[in-house]
Nanobody, 114 residues
Framework: QVQLVESGGGLVQAGGSLRLSCAAS?????????MGWYRQAPGKQRELVAA???????NYGDSVKGRFTISRDNAKNTLYLQMNSLKPEDTAVYYC???????WGKGTLVTVSS
């Protein structure tokens, strides 16, 4: 059974930073061709924030380019999202997904105050 558990969310002031983590159980982390972070703000559709492949290839949503960095630690079966220069519009529930769109965590809330 695949379990993805996100952590690291919280309340931060605009301009601040947070690092999200997603711990994966089982072998899914090593065999997934891709993985990433999505977010869903109140009243909006879920959107892809960042994705990473088996190697070092990454993709970012336009709204977070230059501010967020996705990374993975294969030894720890953990996916990360470093979020810098946070803005109030980054407020959302953040979900990890491994592989993309297949398995999902329950989400972690990020709130950015102005």
């Amino acid at each position: 059974q695949v379990q993805l558990v996100e952590s690291g969310g919280g309340l931060v002031q605009a301009g601040g930073s947070l690092r999200l983590s997603c711990a994966a159980s089982g072998s899914i982390f090593s065999i997934a061709p891709n993985m990433g972070w999505y977010r869903q703000a109140p009243g909006k559709q879920r959107e892809l924030v960042a994705a990473i492949g088996r190697g070092t290839g990454t993709n970012y949503g336009d709204s977070v380019k230059g501010r967020f960095t996705i990374s993975r630690d294969n030894a720890k079966n953990t996916l990360y999202l470093q979020m810098n220069s946070l803005k109030p519009e980054d407020t959302a529930v953040y979900y990890c997904s491994i592989p993309l769109g297949v398995y999902w965590g329950k989400g972690t809330l990020v709130t950015v105050s102005s």
